[in-house]
């Protein structure tokens, strides 16, 4: 059926070291996707988003890279601070939000 | 503040019971959503309004009602709802419909 997950449901980093949150996704007609943060008690925030007719996209401390090939999408925070904490998910669009799959999250905890 | 404000933060209702949820934007948005979000389980979406129109109702049973009597304002009445209803419900606003959203901080339901 069609999904979009992630691998890891908790990753641990170390303050100052960068993260790496990764998505499957499973529907090739997905063109648009959305990666999201979820602090506690909180709605998730948009952080970045990226088409499919790119491959990177840099924001601030934050990279999106997607690999149409292999559906495959992933989160790059550099330089992870203890703010960061929190759970991330993605999200596929396609056809805009007509059709919309959720990835599950991934709790990231940053030891001081 | 994502500028989209819900109420109430916590509800407890039983089965027989029947309680709205009230989600306001202050942000002249004029695309409206709700979603559901159940632990360990992607965001679902279930309904979703543009210009006060119901454009997206993804297959939610009956006991969720929506209402949306203007741009600035969603609500969500239920009634007979099981336990299985127990999430957090968030509300979402965008520009238009396909745009970002910006997301509450959810109504954390629990169903006896």
């Known amino acids: 059926g069609e999904s979009v997950g992630l691998h890891l449901p908790t990753l641990s980093v170390q303050e100052g070291d960068n993260s790496i949150i990764n998505c499957a996704y499973s529907n090739s007609a997905s063109d648009y996707f959305i990666w999201y943060k979820q602090e506690s008690g909180k709605g998730p925030q948009f952080i970045i988003d990226i088409r499919s007719n790119m491959d990177k996209r840099q924001g601030q401390r934050v990279t999106v890279l997607l690999n149409k090939t292999v559906k495959h999408l992933s989160l790059q925070i550099a330089a992870t601070q203890p703010g960061d904490s929190a759970v991330y998910f993605c999200?596929?669009?396609?056809?805009?939000?007509?059709?919309?799959?959720f990835g599950t999250g991934t709790k990231l905890q940053v030891i001081p | 503040e994502t500028g989209v404000t819900q109420t109430p933060r916590h509800l407890v209702m039983g089965m027989t019971n029947k309680k709205s949820l009230k989600c306001e934007q202050h942000l002249g948005h004029n695309a409206m959503y709700w979603y559901k979000q159940s632990a360990k389980k992607p965001l679902e979406l279930m309904f979703v309004?543009?210009?006060?129109?119901?454009?997206e109702n993804n297959s939610v049973p009956s006991r969720f009602s929506p209402e949306c009597p203007n741009s600035s304002h969603l609500f969500l009445h239920l009634h007979t709802l099981q336990p299985e209803d127990s999430a957090l419900y968030l509300c979402?606003?965008?520009?238009?419909?396909?745009?970002?959203?910006?997301f509450g901080p959810g109504t954390r339901l629990t169903v006896l």
């Open positions: 999200a596929g669009f396609s056809g805009g939000y007509q059709k919309v799959t």
């Open positions: 979402a606003s965008s520009r238009n419909e396909g745009s970002e959203q910006f």
């Open positions: 309004y543009n210009f006060k129109e119901q454009t």
